[in-house]
């Protein structure tokens, strides 16, 4: 497992999140296309007294606009399961890998900041030290001894 392979949960998080924001953008946008139009009307029976209806739709010229944002948003959809989809095969990898490292110190700063996200000095605060570069430093000695031992 390199540093870039743990690096990627952090980015399909972030990824996600951005596509997720996209995909509100275009809902709200396109709830703002909705133009209520009214029109007069009678009642079946008798009386038949006029009365005003207000109808709520997408007016004519709002329609093609509406279909292609429709089309965007189900687009965004997709490609935001898509990429959900590649960040759990991803974070299951990983938490796979984590899980079979032997120091209980390392699994723990695997965890925190691959996984949860955290800082580095929040790793450090995390597992009882001061200093970030303490958990950096193991833990990028201990990937390059593990591309070693994959080599």
Not at 13 to 42: D, F
Not at 65 to 88: G, M, S
Request: glycine share 4%.
């Amino acid at each position: 497992m390199t540093k870039e392979e743990l690096s990627q949960v952090r980015n399909l998080k972030n990824e996600i999140k951005l596509l997720k924001e996209q995909k509100a953008e275009i809902r709200q946008r396109m709830s703002g296309m909705s133009t209520p139009h009214s029109v007069q009307a009678s009642g079946k029976c008798e009386p038949y007294q006029l009365h005003n209806i207000t109808i709520q739709g997408v007016a004519r010229s709002e329609t093609d606009a509406y279909i292609e944002a429709d089309d965007k948003r189900e687009k965004i959809a997709l490609d935001l399961a898509e990429r959900e989809r590649q960040c759990l095969d991803e974070y299951d990898r990983i938490n796979s890998f984590v899980s079979t490292v032997q120091d209980s110190e390392m699994r723990q700063i695997l965890t925190l900041y691959y996984l949860k996200g955290l800082t580095w000095q929040q790793v450090a605060f995390k597992i009882g030290e001061n200093d970030e570069s303490y958990p950096r430093r193991k833990c990028t000695q201990f990937l390059k001894l593990a591309e070693i031992a994959d080599s």
